[in-house]
């Protein structure tokens, strides 16, 4: 009797140990959503997820605001087959009060032109995947497994803005939002050469001032951690010729570094163009590279001629803005070396 007691105990241990589905590591990783715009430096943004191996990439949520929404998904899928990443992609229904000027636009058809680019079929077509819909599953399963996801948003952030609205305790799945946006002691960067004089305010930068109303909401009615990343410190991140130089030499034996010099090169007659969005992600993995976030109590102006300035005032919102790139070397060099690749 006590042989057989002792065979099932064993038999029970070594199921134990055996099953896939008793026990399961969690990762160590960080967990991201990537939210953008579909602009140029944000396809560079997304190549530059997925070489960090710090994180697990979510999902890519695309917003029609500074790109043209079918050609941006052509391109996301496309730099998605280049580089061999599954990653999933939706494209977000979220809907802007003041639109991004079709000069800008208009930079993804460019995009979409690219010699690499060309030599790959289109993918999908509209409808697109639901962008609104993988952010809702992404932020339901952290719930439920209460792993809380960090949102990097080199947009506007209609998109989350309105899926709180509907599902308020998807707040709780949130651990912080990194986002680029804003202008703290900086300029904006409404450019009265391509919008009305009238409305160029110009305390304003574009991903608040697309949507002024959707960025107030979040900052009053969300409590986790937001970092920003106004144009104060993005400013500092320059497309330098050294930059171009290196990337246009390891283009030759790198695929990453390639799609990064032909997507940058499409912009050498835009001097005001900036690494906006990849010097946010760097940040990701990177927050060595920069200062020491700035605790600021901060409201958006959301009516009237000054709509979309960030701006500090007591009993605001707490905010964590990051101001300088303190190693710009090191940027650039951490940069280069990530896209010293080929595939994911």
């Not at 050498?268 to 010097?279: H, L, Q, T």
């Amino acid at each position: 009797m006590r042989k057989i007691v002792y065979m099932i105990l064993l038999s029970l241990i070594l199921i134990g140990c055996n099953s896939e589905n008793t026990y399961y590591e969690p990762s160590a990783k960080e967990q991201v959503v990537f939210i953008n715009g579909g602009s140029i430096d944000d396809y560079v943004s997304y190549l530059l997820l997925t070489t960090m191996d710090e994180i697990e990439l979510k999902g890519v949520v695309v917003i029609n605001a500074d790109t043209i929404a079918d050609t941006a998904m052509q391109v996301q899928f496309k730099t998605k087959k280049y580089i061999k990443d599954e990653t999933k992609v939706g494209l977000s229904s979220a809907r802007g009060w003041n639109a991004f000027p079709w000069n800008y636009r208009k930079d993804v058809i460019k995009m979409s032109e690219m010699e690499i680019l060309k030599e790959i079929d289109d993918d999908q077509k509209p409808p697109y995947s639901s962008g609104d819909e993988l952010l809702y599953n992404i932020l339901s399963s952290a719930l439920l497994n209460e792993s809380p996801v960090t949102i990097l948003a080199t947009a506007p952030v209609t998109s989350i803005t309105d899926i709180l609205k509907k599902y308020p305790e998807l707040k709780n799945a949130i651990k912080q939002i990194v986002w680029m946006g804003g202008a703290i002691y900086a300029a904006g960067n409404l450019d009265k050469n391509t919008i009305p004089k009238e409305i160029a305010n110009p305390k304003a930068e574009w991903n608040i001032f697309w949507d002024p109303e959707g960025s107030s909401w979040l900052l009053k009615n969300t409590t986790f951690p937001i970092v920003l990343f106004p144009l104060d410190v993005t400013n500092q991140a320059k497309v330098t010729a050294e930059l171009k130089e290196r990337l246009s030499t390891q283009a030759l034996y790198y695929r990453y570094s390639k799609f990064v010099y032909d997507s940058y090169s499409l912009v050498d007659d835009e001097p005001f163009f900036e690494m906006w969005n990849s010097v946010t992600t760097a940040y990701i993995a990177r927050a060595d590279l920069f200062s020491a976030p700035v605790s600021m109590e901060l409201n958006i102006t959301t009516d009237g001629y000054e709509q979309g300035t960030i701006f500090q005032n007591p009993g605001g919102r707490h905010v964590s803005v990051i101001l300088n790139l303190d190693d710009k070397e090191g940027f650039y060099t951490y940069v280069l070396n990530q896209f010293e690749r080929d595939y994911r």
